[in-house]
């Protein structure tokens, strides 16, 4: 298997593979590597490991060298550059009265090229807004509309749980995350409590999931019929995590709750599921008649708006102008 190491060229985000070659390579060195947008400086992210072949992106190019002084000159030189077009181009959208909120913008490490990264409720027309930006950098200009998740990893911030966001920190790609993981997991469906700093759900709920789906296939379900060593009685609660289950016992005059593990109890019937009656011929006032459908199939779900684009993200809009 050939040895690649990860190299991360922002903060947070992708990281990309590329051959060492000879060089003896660890964290967080810089090194200048020929990306397919041309020479670029990188970050080491993640030292030399054997990866099989399936798993590598053609073609694996190699390490060109280490970064020297020059280069991180340059590299601070074009991060300084990036503040000042930033500042312009925020002045640009104002004056033109714009509704676009400008993300970032980041110079190609040669400086031939600045891209605008930029979100949006819509399409934005900016031809005239990147004239304006041409003649004043006498570059190529682009303007790129990204999704909200990807503005959150580029802003960065803190989550409710007290780390910094997942994305800006270790993340190198987004998931889908669905409402249906919230629900499996037995979160509140308040939005504020299951949505990230982006608006989005939690790309965390993504991490226990399996667990989740596994322990569910394995314990009672609620409304499930037990036998316990304390006798027989019927599922009112279940506990994932700690993987027990409250019980009311069948008693002859009174009935019990306990509290014991599923592994200690037999499930003697599952609870039956009532079939959805569809909507009744004639009666129907937003489905066609006799169609059979029930209001939850035609209802959403007020939890599941915002839930997952699977975006990483929009990239649809780029307009470039070469002047």
Do not use: W
């Amino acid at each position: 298997m050939p040895k690649v190491v990860s190299v991360r060229f922002h903060d947070a985000g992708k990281i990309y593979h590329f051959a060492p070659a000879e060089f003896h390579l660890h964290l967080g060195d810089a090194v200048i590597v020929e990306t397919s947008q041309g020479i670029d400086l990188g970050h080491i992210a993640e030292e030399a490991v054997e990866l099989p072949i399936e798993q590598i992106v053609e073609p694996l190019l190699p390490i060109l060298r280490f970064a020297d002084e020059d280069d991180n000159k340059r590299y601070e030189e074009k991060k300084r550059r990036e503040k000042e077009a930033f500042a312009l181009c925020a002045e640009k959208v104002e004056s033109r009265g714009l509704k676009m909120n400008l993300v970032e913008a980041e110079y190609s490490f040669d400086g031939k090229k600045l891209v605008f990264f930029f979100t949006a409720d819509g399409r934005v027309d900016f031809r005239e807004l990147v004239k304006d930006l041409a003649a004043v950098f006498r570059t190529r200009i682009e303007l790129r509309q990204i999704g909200v998740r990807d503005q959150a990893r580029m802003v960065g911030g803190i989550g409710l749980c007290g780390r910094e966001l997942c994305c800006c920190s270790f993340l190198n790609e987004f998931v889908p995350v669905s409402i249906k993981m919230a629900k499996e997991q037995g979160l509140s469906m308040n939005p504020a409590k299951i949505s990230g700093a982006c608006g989005r759900l939690m790309c965390c709920l993504k991490y226990e999931q399996e667990a989740y789906e596994d322990a569910h296939a394995r314990l009672p379900k609620q409304g499930d019929v037990v036998m316990t060593q304390l006798g027989k009685g019927t599922v009112v609660s279940v506990d994932l995590l700690r993987e027990k289950i409250t019980v009311r016992l069948e008693l002859d005059d009174d009935a019990d709750l306990v509290t014991v593990l599923a592994s200690e109890s037999e499930v003697l019937t599952h609870k039956s599921k009532k079939p959805s009656q569809g909507c009744p011929r004639g009666e129907c006032g937003s489905h066609k008649s006799g169609c059979g459908k029930t209001d939850e199939d035609s209802v959403p779900d007020p939890a599941e708006i915002n839930t997952d684009e699977t975006e990483s993200e929009i990239d649809d809009e780029v307009i470039d102008f070469i002047e």
